[in-house]
């Protein structure tokens, strides 16, 4: 988490996950591996209480799910860190701290929350932070009058996961008029040109550049098989990078210490990274089924709906005219509630017999960005050390100690 001035930085490191130019898209036949990379990591996952001070509430949950959980809580109240977190020399937060009324009153809602789903929905998550804040740090108990701008805001919201696995399970239950959830994965796979088509692919280089708000900025995107992606943006006070190596991840910004992806990070890159994921998709899935019909824009969609073991599912939305991928929406699992992450694609275009999306649009809760690639190469060399992890810093001696060199 950071201050205020610099969230539009961290949106961009935190979503530049998801930034490559196949990504979701391109997909293919690999011999490989069946199902994308895990963390590399071999103990135990480290527990919250164990990583950070003075836990109170989140205790017993994984210590990658901690961050997580607090950018679920600042998307549903509509507020940034210096909330709840004291603000000390220099603007930087001191987590541990509890002299700020909100962030004692965030541990009893928390509380409260937990209690209610226990003894009312049998321990299933129905309630969350965002059930009654939605995006307010004041709930509102009053109904709102209906307009005519209230109807087309409701329409335009962003979809979502309100229920959890018990959503998950109604949602791949449905019935829905159409071709069957085996149909529509085989229809997009050709519709990209082919599974012979796609596994030929083995890197990708894509130049563009990426619009936040009224800024853009140039970018650059590197992908290789298997399993391999890096991005950098091209910021006035230096580059931007999200890389992933296929099996751990990184954030990088100029003038800031390194970051690694945990949790829910390293699932969206894996899946980015993969640039045969069309064809991937039945073996990520432990069951598809077709989720109704949608408006995305102006086009008419078929939805799929993919579970995937110990993992928030995935939802598709095919073109019923053309087949192509043109909204995928995922969750990120935390402690509270899941966050939703829609990315959109557009602009698709032919390369070396393979149809991809020159322009999507990723959308969170706390903002969105859109990508526009300009030139893009396939099956060009890509040296595997653009995707080496750079060391870690080495600290500087203490001051005021003789450190001579051997």
């Given at each position: 988490m950071q201050m205020k001035m610099n969230r539009k930085h961290i949106l961009f490191l935190g979503t530049a996950a998801c930034v490559v130019a196949c990504g979701l898209l391109g997909s293919g036949l690999m011999a490989q591996s069946s199902a994308p990379p895990q963390s590399a990591a071999s103990a135990g996952p480290k527990m919250a209480e164990e990583q950070f001070k003075n836990i109170k509430v989140l205790k017993?949950?994984?210590?990658?799910?901690?961050?997580?959980?607090?950018?679920?809580?600042?998307?549903?109240?509509?507020?940034?860190?210096?909330?709840?977190?004291?603000?000390?020399?220099?603007?930087?937060?001191?987590?541990?701290?509890?002299?700020?009324?909100?962030?004692?009153?965030?541990?009893?809602?928390?509380?409260?929350?937990?209690?209610?789903?226990?003894?009312?929905?049998?321990?299933?998550?129905?309630?969350?932070?965002?059930?009654?804040?939605?995006?307010?740090t004041d709930p509102v108990g009053t109904p709102a009058v209906m307009t005519a701008e209230s109807r087309v805001e409701a329409k335009a919201a962003p979809a979502e996961d309100k229920k959890g696995e018990a959503g998950d399970a109604r949602d791949a239950a449905k019935e829905a008029t159409g071709p069957s959830a085996d149909q529509l994965l085989d229809k997009y796979v050709q519709a990209l040109g082919g599974a012979a088509a796609i596994g030929r692919i083995t890197s990708r280089v894509a130049k563009g550049t990426i619009e936040f708000g009224d800024k853009s900025f140039p970018i650059d995107l590197y992908s290789k098989d298997p399993y391999k992606r890096i991005s950098f943006t091209h910021m006035p006070e230096g580059d931007n990078v999200t890389a992933f190596d296929g099996h751990e991840g990184w954030l990088g910004m100029s003038g800031h210490p390194m970051r690694e992806m945990h949790g829910p990070d390293i699932d969206a890159a894996s899946i980015d990274a993969d640039l045969h994921l069309a064809t991937h998709l039945r073996r990520m899935f432990s069951?598809?089924?077709?989720?109704?019909?949608?408006?995305?824009?102006?086009?008419?969609?078929?939805?799929?709906?993919?579970?995937?073991?110990?993992?928030?599912?995935?939802?598709?939305?095919?073109?019923?005219?053309?087949?192509?991928?043109?909204?995928?929406?995922?969750f990120a699992e935390t402690p509270l509630g899941r966050l939703p992450t829609q990315i959109d694609y557009a602009d698709y275009r032919e390369a070396d017999g393979v149809k991809v999306p020159f322009r999507w649009t990723l959308a969170r809760p706390n903002g969105r960005f859109t990508i526009q690639v300009t030139d893009l190469k396939q099956n060009v060399a890509v040296d595997d050390a653009k995707f080496a992890k750079p060391p870690a810093p080495v600290p500087a001696p203490p001051q005021g100690l003789n450190v001579q060199a051997k």
């Open positions: 017993g949950i994984p210590a990658d799910q901690v961050i997580p959980a607090m950018q679920f809580i600042t998307v549903s109240l509509g507020v940034e860190c210096e909330f709840c977190h004291v603000q000390g020399t220099g603007g930087k937060l001191e987590f541990d701290k509890d002299d700020k009324k909100p962030k004692q009153t965030a541990r009893k809602m928390m509380e409260m929350m937990f209690a209610i789903n226990k003894n009312n929905f049998d321990g299933h998550r129905e309630v969350t932070c965002n059930s009654c804040h939605r995006g307010s069951k598809v089924s077709t989720g109704g019909t949608e408006k995305v824009g102006d086009r008419d969609t078929y939805v799929v709906v993919g579970q995937r073991e110990e993992k928030p599912s995935l939802r598709l939305y095919f073109d019923q005219q053309s087949g192509l991928l043109v909204r995928l929406v995922r």
